[in-house]
Structure formats: structure tokens, C-alpha cells
């Protein structure tokens, strides 16, 4: 009869993941199924039901369906996992609904609560759940025996590197496609501006400023209105006419959000597009001028459009797997991660991933093109060099000792404004009038 208790004793700590006992489920599972219920009522919302300005549910179907599809195969497996398994799928999850949650806080406080804000603010307890209850199960899951210290760092090990090849890139993705909007107060550009709106041969309407013509050209600054208001004033002061644009999806224009750029190549040629309409441009001296996602576009619509005479691109990096593909053997470690980062982004934006930059930037010749980076810059600007070496003539590059990304201007004004505006001069200036 000893064994028979024993054996009895042993059933509750026997009973696998998932079954139940009295025809109840176990809480972990019941507060699971609750967790994703409220994710996938985010997703809805967000994809469906309150779309960005400017855009309609069938721009996030995609997003929408890959999401809801996830967090239906995680609620179907949860219950069929071991106590690790489960805190496997637990933790990520809520670490992104955390993420989602600080999003739609962020853009509360800077433009008012909106739409899928207000489901976002339900992923805060659900993140912190999610989290705790990962945490309980990783407990759980410990197993005694004398290779239990090399067992629990091999999953420390395998844990790492899946945030960094799966869970980080998926985070990164997130917020690129779910950026913050910003309100935008008036600024000081030297001279007098006037408020306008582009409109995208797509159908979207872009804000933007415009501080007239006084020397026959213009430039074209992107990505926003007021992240370079420096670098535009010292246009404005020298006779150029400036237009400042918001991309699509950022701050006051409209459109979905995608940190990396994709697909807003149109954003430029509208811009470039209204400029030649102007009475105060001559033809033949349009430029443009980009910093960071906005100088690898800037370079990217310089490749498709030759109205554009002249283009600077400042911090210029890695916008998707096909940059990264420049490093070779010493980017490998971080090939996964670019891959997944790649395909996040082109699920959750419904965009395919651009041109590789340094085939772009061979299709912009005989046009001229001037490249600036930091020594301390980040995202990829070390790749300047194989971008310069691509680029056909004419072509100028900078290598700012000082400064970090896109900080040209903060670190020499003087010789910023020495080479930019000297570069604009030769270019659009000098050059015949005329395309």
C-alpha cells in the first residue's frame, strides 16, 4: 500500500501543463487567455478601426491579420507547454504589450489620447501580468540535479540571444510603425515662412513650412519641420528657399508612421513637385537635403527623380537587411536580427523593404551628391564609405571628427555652413540653368 501512496502523492506535480482538475482551467492559462484576448482587441482597433489619418483599414490588413493570427497559434499552444514553454511565450508578449503601452502614453501626453490610445493603456497591466506570470513559471520550471547550473545558463545563453534576434527587432519594428506624434509650435527660421500642404500623388496631405526663394533655388529638408531648424535658417540666410516636410505619418501629416522610411519616396517628389510650381524657383535648382531615415530617402528619390539637381544626405545608415548585407563577415552576429528587424517592419508597415542604398545611390549621377557622417554616429553612418565609393561623379563627403549622429551642424557651424552652402553654390547656383 506504501507504493500505492506514494504514487497517489506524486499525481498533482505529474499533471501536465494545460489539464484540468475539476473541470476548471489552471489559473496561468485562464489569466493567459485574458492577456491575449486584450492584445488581440488592441490589434483590432489599431489596424481596423482607428486608422491613421489619411489611410483606411485595407493600409493595415497585413498588420492586422499577422498579428491576430500570432496571438491566436500563442493562446492555442500555451496550454499544451511545460511551465518553461509557457513563460517562453509569456514574457515576450508582454514585454511588447509594454511596449505598446508606454506608445500609446507618449502619444497622449503630446497630441491627446486617439484611437487605438485607449486600448494601448489597457496593455499596462496586461504587460506587468504577463511578466509576472512569466516569472512564476520560469520558478517553476527549475530542475534540481548536478547539471543544473549548465542547463540554466545554456537557456540564459539561448533566452539572450532570442531577445536579440527575435524579441528587440519585433520591439524596433513596433515602434518604428507606431511612432509618437508630436505637436508642432512655430520657430524662428531668420526670415518670414508661410504654412503649407503637399499633397502626395498617393493622396495624402503633408505639412509643411516654406521660407521663400531669394537667389532662384530651393532645397527640400527632411524628415520633419522642426528637427533641423538650425540647418534650414542657415539656408534661408543664404538667399535659398527651404521647405520643410513632415513624412507621411509624422507629426502633422498624414499617413502611418515608419521610422525607417519606406515607401515615402512620394513624400519627396510632391515636395519637388509643388517647388517647381513656384514663381520664385528657376528650373534646374532644386535640391534637397536629408538627415538620418530622411538622408537615405533623400538619396533614394534622388535616384528616381532628376528634377532633383542636388542632394546632401547627413547620417545615412541601415534601413533593412540589405544595408547590413555591407558589413560582411564581421555583421553576421547581427544578420538574424536584421533579417527579423526587416521582416517585422514589412508585416506591420504592408511595405516591401527598398532598394539597397548603395545601388541607389549609383543612379543618381551625373547629378551631383555630398555625403556627411560622424565618427560618433549610429545606425549604420560607418557605411558612408561604401556609399561614396558606389556614387558616381559628382560627389563630395565629409567625415566630421566631432559630433554624434546628424550633430554636423551642433559640432563646426561654421564649417557646416562653409561646405553645405559652397556645395548648394557649385550645384544649383553655378550650374546652367535649365534641366
Known amino acids: ?114 484611437g487605438e490610445d485607449w486600448t494601448g493603456f489597457l496593455l499596462l497591466p496586461t504587460g506587468v501580468a504577463l511578466v509576472g506570470l512569466a516569472i512564476v513559471l520560469l520558478w517553476r520550471s527549475r530542475k534540481p540535479g548536478r547539471l ?35 505637436e508642432v509650435e512655430p520657430v524662428d527660421l531668420g526670415r518670414p515662412y508661410e504654412e503649407v500642404t503637399i499633397r502626395t500623388a498617393d493622396g495624402l496631405d503633408l505639412a509643411a513650412w516654406y521660407v521663400p526663394s531669394e537667389n532662384g533655388a530651393a532645397v527640400v529638408s527632411f524628415p520633419t519641420r522642426k528637427g533641423k531648424v538650425e540647418q534650414a535658417r542657415m539656408l534661408a540666410g543664404n538667399g535659398y528657399g527651404v521647405l520643410l516636410l513632415d513624412m507621411r505619418g509624422y507629426d502633422g501629416s498624414e499617413g502611418s508612421p515608419n521610422m525607417f522610411g519606406w515607401g515615402s519616396t512620394p513624400d519627396i517628389d510632391a515636395a519637388v513637385a509643388w517647388l517647381e510650381e513656384r514663381s520664385d524657383v528657376d528650373d534646374g535648382r532644386i535640391g534637397g537635403i536629408g538627415f538620418s531615415v530622411g538622408g537615405e530617402m533623400m538619396l533614394e528619390a534622388a535616384a528616381g527623380n532628376d528634377v532633383l539637381r542636388a542632394v546632401v544626405s547627413e547620417g545615412a545608415g541601415v534601413r533593412s537587411v540589405r544595408e547590413a548585407r555591407l558589413y560582411g563577415p564581421r555583421g553576421w552576429l547581427a544578420l538574424p536580427q536584421q533579417l527579423t528587424q526587416t521582416a517585422a517592419l514589412a508585416v506591420l508597415s504592408g511595405t516591401a523593404p527598398p532598394p539597397a542604398l548603395d545601388d541607389e545611390i549609383a543612379r543618381i549621377a551625373p547629378r551631383a551628391v555630398f555625403l556627411v557622417y560622424a565618427t560618433e554616429g549610429q545606425g549604420g553612418e560607418d557605411l558612408t564609405p561604401e556609399y561614396f565609393e558606389a556614387a558616381g561623379e559628382p560627389k563630395e563627403v565629409w567625415r566630421v571628427e566631432s559630433g554624434g549622429h546628424t550633430g554636423g551642424f551642433g559640432a563646426d557651424p561654421a564649417e557646416y555652413e562653409r561646405r553645405v552652402v559652397g556645395f548648394f553654390d557649385r550645384t544649383l547656383l553655378r550650374a546652367e540653368v535649365g534641366r
Open 148 to 182: 543544473r547550473y549548465l542547463r540554466r545558463a545554456g537557456l540564459l545563453v539561448a533566452g539572450l540571444l532570442a531577445a536579440f534576434w527575435l524579441v528587440l527587432p519585433v520591439g524596433i519594428g513596433i515602434f518604428a510603425t507606431h511612432r509618437p506624434r508630436a
Open 1 to 114: 500500500m506504501v507504493p500505492a501512496v506514494e504514487a497517489e502523492s506524486e499525481i498533482p506535480d505529474r499533471i501536465q501543463p494545460g489539464r484540468v482538475s475539476g473541470g476548471r482551467r489552471p489559473l496561468d492559462v485562464a489569466l493567459f487567455t485574458a492577456a491575449t484576448a486584450i492584445l488581440a482587441l488592441h490589434a483590432i482597433v489599431d489596424a481596423f478601426l482607428a486608422p491613421e489619418p489619411g489611410t483606411t483599414w485595407r493600409d493595415h490588413l497585413l498588420r492586422g491579420l499577422a498579428t491576430l493570427a500570432i496571438l491566436g497559434l500563442a493562446a492555442v499552444a500555451f496550454p499544451r507547454l511545460p511551465a518553461g514553454g509557457r513563460a517562453a511565450v509569456a514574457l515576450p508578449l508582454g514585454l511588447l504589450a509594454l511596449e505598446g503601452a508606454l506608445l500609446a502614453i507618449a502619444d497622449a501626453r503630446a497630441v491627446g489620447a486617439r
